[in-house]
């Protein structure tokens, strides 16, 4: 599994097991054959041409570190993320942070918040998160214009994240990009 977190994550889960009484070739093993989790750093392309991964990530340090792996991974290329809020309080807590965190990307696509189980928070929309992003290529869209607003030819590596119902747009999207 790729990124510096899922080494982190291997260690705890080492230490844990560890602790349990697990030989080391027990340990060992597991890690070898684990396969992952669904949504978490999914990566569904993975040409010279285009790269296109899907995580879950819903939170600013999650974020941070899909981001950080898909530059890590793919140095020098550039990074293009669809986001989709999960939770008006979460975005209204973590405003700041989703900034930061998104504006490490080289273009972002915001869609609307994804309300779950809220109703909306007056003066907390994708909008007002999507201005205080620093970087210059941002957009908002919303989810049934984001896959036709894709130019295949003008993706290099693109990064879908969220905890709505952004996973509905995977199988579109890797069919745009594989036209």
Known sequence: ?????????????FAAVD???LTE????NGLATY???????????NT????YIDDYAHHPTEISACIGSVRE????????????PHLFSRTKDHMSEFATSLSALDEVTLLDIYPA???PIPGITSSVLLDKITIAQKELRNKQEVVDSLSPAEIDVLLTMGA???????????KKLAS
């Open 19 to 21: 602790q349990l009484g």
């Open 164 to 174: 709505g119902d952004i996973d509905q747009l995977v199988s579109p999207i890797k």
């Open 35 to 45: 396969k992952g989790v669904k949504r978490r750093f999914d990566v569904h392309i």
């Open 25 to 28: 070739e027990e340990i060992r």
């Open 73 to 84: 991974l793919f140095p020098g290329r550039r990074v293009k993320g669809i986001f989709q």
């Open 117 to 119: 189980r809220e109703e």
């Open 48 to 51: 010279e041409d285009v790269v």
């Open 1 to 13: 599994m790729p990124g510096l977190h899922n080494v982190e994550n291997a260690v705890a889960a």
